[in-house]
């Protein structure tokens, strides 16, 4: 298994702008937001449909599974987008149109990496059923494995159609992220863990994130800053001395990913080239 994992890691990583630092600014990737909705409150969180701010949980709108399928039809004729993923607004397996969309896509642009983020609630009912439809990565989000500190990430979940707060809700949210990661990293799916880095609550507890996650099959990590919004609005946002700080530590466990300057949930484009990274708003409604 790890002979095989390691092949199809070369294999997806060589064209993949997320999981390859000298791909960044040479191949695309394009999201389709198709996932509006969210299972989890996370405090720095405020998702919007706007067309100006950059950051993750933002779109300029919500397609549906047919117009995502032509908007890739019309990105990939623009230019060379090797990655197609499901990066929100909301969480990728909190909406059905995600396994819908990645069905159709199968059939229309098989050659494509297929990819998702997803805050890891949902992972361990859906792995398999994300192996089948061929997802080559996943990114899941983990910003503490402790529920002391998670506890004070996250305001509630909502799982199985109840709403958990405090501890018994991080205890769940904790347990699925690290069993889903182990599950889908079994299945043969390729694994980054992002963690946002909040100065004074995680940032000397990521390194304890890499050394579990590594554990349960986790291929690369990302260390993101916090973009103080919503309730963690007050915290500072981290230094670039802090984030590299945490990078280095996390770097002797597993291997970090540095290029990421957190895009949005419609960007395309190549993400590493100012000048061919875009998202939807950018263009006029006329050209879809
Ligand atoms: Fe926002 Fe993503 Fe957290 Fe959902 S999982 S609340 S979309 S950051
Ligand atoms: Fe990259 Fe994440 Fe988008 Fe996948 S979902 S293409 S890893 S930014
Ligand atoms: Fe993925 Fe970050 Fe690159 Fe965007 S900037 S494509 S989120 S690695």
């Known amino acids: ?19 390859n630092e000298k791909m ?26 706007n067309q100006d701010e950059i950051r993750p949980g933002v ?25 197609v993923g499901v990066a929100g607004p909301g969480d990728s397996l909190a909406n059905e149109a995600t396994f819908e969309f990645f069905e159709k896509l199968g059939k229309t642009n098989p050659d494509l990496i297929k990819c998702m983020s997803t805050n890891g609630l949902l992972l361990p009912d859906y792995a398999e059923r994300i192996a089948e439809l061929g997802v080559n990565t996943v ?10 500190i998670a506890k004070d990430i996250y305001t509630f979940i909502n799982y199985n159609g109840k709403i958990y707060k405090g501890k018994e809700a991080v205890e769940i949210l904790i347990k699925n992220q690290l069993e889903g990661i182990e599950k889908l990293s079994n299945l ?6 992002n963690s946002v880095l909040i100065p004074g609550l995680n940032d000397e507890h990521i390194v304890e994130i890499a050394k579990e996650v590594k554990k349960r099959g986790a291929s690369l990590m990302n260390v993101l800053p916090l ?21 280095d530590e996390v770097e ?9 300057t957190q895009c949005r949930a419609d960007a395309y484009g190549i993400p590493g080239k100012k000048s061919e990274d875009k998202h939807l708003g950018m263009t006029p409604a006329s050209h879809y």
């Open 59 to 83: 779109a300029s709108c919500v397609m549906d599974t047919d117009d995502a399928i032509e908007h890739v039809e019309n990105v990939t004729k623009e230019g060379p987008i090797a990655v």
């Open 1 to 19: 298994m790890e002979e095989l994992k390691g092949s199809r890691f070369a294999h997806v990583t060589k064209a993949h702008p997320c999981f």
């Open 227 to 247: 973009i103080p919004l919503n309730k963690m609005k007050d915290y500072p946002r981290p230094t670039c001395a802090e984030i590299e700080k945490v990078r």
């Open 252 to 260: 002797e466990i597993l291997p970090v990913f540095r290029a990421c």
């Open 188 to 193: 043969g799916v390729i694994i980054k863990v």
């Open 24 to 49: 960044h600014d040479k191949v695309g990737r394009a999201h389709v937001p198709i996932a509006p909705k969210c299972n989890i409150y996370c405090n720095f969180c405020t998702r919007d449909i």
């Open 139 to 148: 990114t899941v989000t983990v910003n503490a494995v402790d529920p002391e």
